[in-house]
């Protein structure tokens, strides 16, 4: 029988899982393992993750809860407008990216599989796109004809995939302090809402040169 051991948080087995992964270059395979290198019973382990797999997906949640307290202890960011609220997230979730940036690269780059990838990200999708969905209702609550509201799933999987191209830009980045993701940041987000708002034409051309030029230059 296991010795009993102190209560332990989700941070705790978090900060263990991501110091493991970097030490040994690679996942956990066994809960037992796991629990047993770090004196967490296996009872204390199963509150919080049901699985190891479950921990991997875990870091990506905790990322995202993470950038939005950070964002929501700043007093202004409720007055934000939609666009700098989705600027906001962007920069505070890509900034607490660089912060564990050796184990992002690490998680993503060892599955190199997409489907792999998208079964750690899932998580994370779900709250981006809960996210986004919810600007969109707030900004069609203000407005009276329905011609004019924009659809929150087809904006919220747009707030997705724009996700996934900066993660993959940054990933790429090797300019001085990610320079070059926070301008890839900005044009992203103006342009998806410059789309949604109809005057599309010269964002998504300066977009489009800064594409070409990071991609083929």
Aim: glycine content about 4%; some cysteine.
């Amino acid at each position: 029988m296991a010795a009993k051991t102190k209560k332990i948080t989700k941070d705790d087995i978090l900060s263990f899982f991501m110091d493991d992964v970097l030490e040994h270059e690679a996942f956990p395979k066994s809960v037992y393992k796991f629990c047993k290198a770090h004196g967490i019973t296996e009872a204390d382990f199963y509150i919080h993750f049901p699985s190891a797999q479950a921990m991997k997906n875990g870091v990506w949640t905790a990322f995202y809860d993470q950038a939005v307290a950070l964002m929501e202890k700043n007093k202004e960011y409720a007055s934000f407008t939609n666009k700098d609220k989705m600027l906001t997230f962007f920069f505070t979730f890509f900034e607490m990216l660089t912060l564990n940036r050796s184990y992002v690269l690490f998680a993503l780059q060892e599955e190199d599989n997409m489907l792999k990838n998208a079964e750690q990200l899932k998580g994370l999708r779900k709250q981006i796109k809960g996210f986004a969905k919810k600007l969109i209702y707030k900004g069609n609550a203000k407005k009276d004809l329905a011609i004019t509201k924009h659809n929150p799933s087809i904006f919220s999987e747009g707030a997705w995939l724009q996700f996934l191209f900066l993660l993959r830009f940054w990933m790429r980045d090797e300019s001085p302090g990610f320079e070059k993701t926070d301008v890839a940041i900005e044009k992203s987000v103006n342009t998806i809402f410059d789309v949604f708002d109809n005057t599309p034409l010269e964002n998504l051309l300066d977009f489009g040169k800064f594409l070409y030029k990071e991609t083929f230059a």
